[in-house]
């Protein structure tokens, strides 16, 4: 067959045709999207047949000289597609330097387009000319419309996560964001983004600044929150009133709007503080009954203080609010829901329904966690072999599935307080995943309970070998020492350890307490565990920080928080041997 002539063989690019569709004339010249603002006289025959040749070079594997003619055309033209054609070319044969110097010539043809300065930050990106961003950015920002430019903003940190000189990145960024910062309209998001960068750099305390800035300039943005929710999580208490004041604010702007109270709540929860967990949730359900996700949260919270016929209420709820939701989130937390259920059923031993609610679990992720209930079941019935016996014949369909066989019978001889079968359990799955420091470290934490302290002693000593940064054992060891009143100076060394590796860990903090005060140093030792109570109320804690109070003769502020520590957990073995070591009543 004789082959098609060439123009019936070439498909040109849609600026090619573009541009021979202006030929037409005049009138056609105006519309063109292209080059509104050249003349018609321009677009003529000869520049037609440059960037077909420009085309034709591209495709015939000289990109460069295919580039060259599309950015002297679009240099005489002043046309923003032809500078993408150009700036495309370049990428796309891997000259940045090229798309850079196009992109920039685009940009100082046409600045008002801010394309030219996406390109240009794109490039400058990829050539790792950070400090040169400033100015595209903020061009880029400039042109984004206003009621979309703070998510532009707040996606910043992201943009330069692939960045190594962070402290490069943030004096770029702050130099793109400087007329937004007084802003009203922008600066929460321009502040928090600056935030984020510092603590990119490790630098909490000037990211507390920069939230608590940003909040000053628009107490309802959602922006200095969230990042104030995160230096929280992260240990720095001085960030939570930022948190607290937008949520009155936000609650006085958009009272159906709880994103921000349930995220709080959700920290709340993670550090621990669950009586305010508590109160944050109450007021949402009351604020907002329709929002599901803090009735769940409340419902999780009641089971744990055994409140059974409110949790069922709370549960019922949450379960009667998403009765129609069908998306994947949901679903996952259904499942919650159901185990909750459960376990309520559980506790009545209702074993029946108990059961039932187990069954309506058919999320296959969630199959572990859903036996895993079902073996408590059995449990509770006396049947533990018979609950061993049903976690391990679970079908490892995933890599991670026969680690998480043995971890969950673990946990479940650890709740039914088999102690030495937890630690021989924890043992086995050392054996079978020998790099695995996590199981390395419940195994000696098991080791403790089950009666061998020097086992416990061994397993750390080995798990600091094999990761010298691994903070918990340090301070697991320091503590077992220091409980059992043994090498002191030893104890105390070990814990200032970990202490340097993590110096707002409320547990570590309370370690190194306890430490002083077997030491003798009873009023730095009283320092200490307010500031760890302060920071994370914890039965434990209240064991320590009580006794500390009680040798000191303040027993009316000891007996207080022993009782606040009874309400967290009245089964703590902590606080109830301190008390019956100590002959006292609550």
């Known amino acids: 067959m004789k082959p098609a002539p060439l123009h019936r063989r070439l498909r040109l690019p849609l600026i090619v045709l573009t541009c021979a569709g202006a030929l037409a004339g005049p009138a056609a010249l105006a519309q063109s999207p292209l080059n509104p603002a050249a003349s018609s006289s321009s677009l003529d025959a000869p520049l037609f047949y440059q960037l077909l040749l420009g085309e034709l070079n591209v495709r015939g594997g000289d990109p460069g000289a295919g580039y060259s003619l599309f950015l002297e055309a679009a240099q005489q033209q002043k046309n923003p597609e032809l500078y993408r054609r150009a700036v495309e070319v370049a990428l796309q044969s891997r000259q940045v330097d090229a798309a850079l110097a196009a992109a920039r010539a685009w940009a100082r043809d046409i600045p008002s387009d801010a394309d030219a300065s996406r390109f240009t930050l794109l490039a400058l990106l990829s050539l790792g000319r950070v400090s040169e961003t400033a100015a595209p950015l903020r061009a880029v920002l400039m042109a984004t419309p206003a009621d979309d430019r703070n998510g532009g903003i707040a996606a910043i940190p992201q943009m330069y996560a692939r960045v ?30 600056i935030g984020r960068l ?29 990042l104030a929710l995160e230096l929280l999580e992260r240990g720095q208490a001085d960030a939570e009133p930022v948190v607290r004041e937008h949520i009155d ?11 921000i109270s349930t995220a709080y709540a959700r920290v709340l929860l993670d550090l621990g503080r669950l009586r305010d967990a508590r109160v944050q949730l109450e007021r949402l359900t009351t604020r907002a009954p329709q929002q599901p996700d803090p009735w769940l949260l409340l419902g999780m919270l009641q089971v744990r203080d055994n ?18 939701a069908n998306d994947e989130r949901t679903r996952r937390a259904l499942t919650q829901a159901y185990l909750l259920k459960a376990e309520i059923a559980e506790k009545q031993q209702d074993y029946v329904a108990a ?12 199959i572990m966690a859903a036996q895993m209930r079902r073996a408590s079941v059995l449990a509770r019935q006396g049947r533990l072999d018979e609950a061993r016996a049903l976690l391990r014949s679970q079908p490892e369909r995933r890599p991670d599935d026969a680690r998480l066989k043995l971890i969950s019978e673990a946990q479940l001889l650890r709740e039914f307080k088999a102690w030495r079968e937890a630690y021989q359990v924890y043992g086995e799955a050392v054996q079978r995943f020998p790099q695995d420091t996590e199981l390395l470290y419940e195994q000696a934490m098991m080791g403790d309970k ?36 043994e090498r002191l100076p030893e104890a105390k ?31 730095r030792a009283l320092g200490i565990l307010r500031e760890a109570y302060g920071k994370r109320p914890d039965p434990e804690i209240a064991a320590h920080l009580g006794e500390v109070l009680w040798v000191k003769g303040q027993h009316d502020d000891a007996r207080r928080v022993w009782r606040e520590g009874l309400a967290l957990a009245s089964d703590n073995e902590t606080l109830k041997s301190t008390l019956k070591r100590l002959n006292v009543e609550p």
Request: charged share 20%; proline share 7%.
């Open 164 to 193: 190594n000189d962070k402290a490069q990145v943030l004096a770029a960024t702050r130099e793109a964001l400087a007329p937004f910062l007084t802003q009203p309209a922008h600066a929460g998001a321009a502040w928090s983004t």
């Open 198 to 226: 510092e603590l990119d750099l490790d630098r909490p305390v000037a990211a507390t600044d920069a939230a608590r800035r940003g909040h000053a300039a628009d107490p309802a943005s959602p922006y200095p929150a969230l």
């Open 249 to 259: 604010a936000a609650r006085a702007k958009d009272p159906a709007n709880t994103a």
């Open 307 to 324: 409140a059974l016929p409110a949790a069922n209420v709370s549960l019922d709820t949450y379960l009667q609010l998403v009765r129609d």
């Open 355 to 366: 059961n039932a609610w187990i069954d309506r679990i058919d999320n296959p992720e969630e």
């Open 450 to 485: 089950a009666g061998q302290p020097a086992d416990m002693e061994r397993l750390l000593r080995q798990l600091i070998a094999i990761d010298p940064n691994h903070h918990h054992a340090y301070n697991a060891l320091g503590y077992s020492l220091a409980d059992r009143n």
């Open 493 to 523: 060394q070990l814990i200032e350890k970990a202490v340097s590796m993590a110096p707002n860990d409320a547990y570590i903090q309370d370690s190194l307490g306890w430490v002083e005060f077997r030491l003798g140093n009873t009023e």
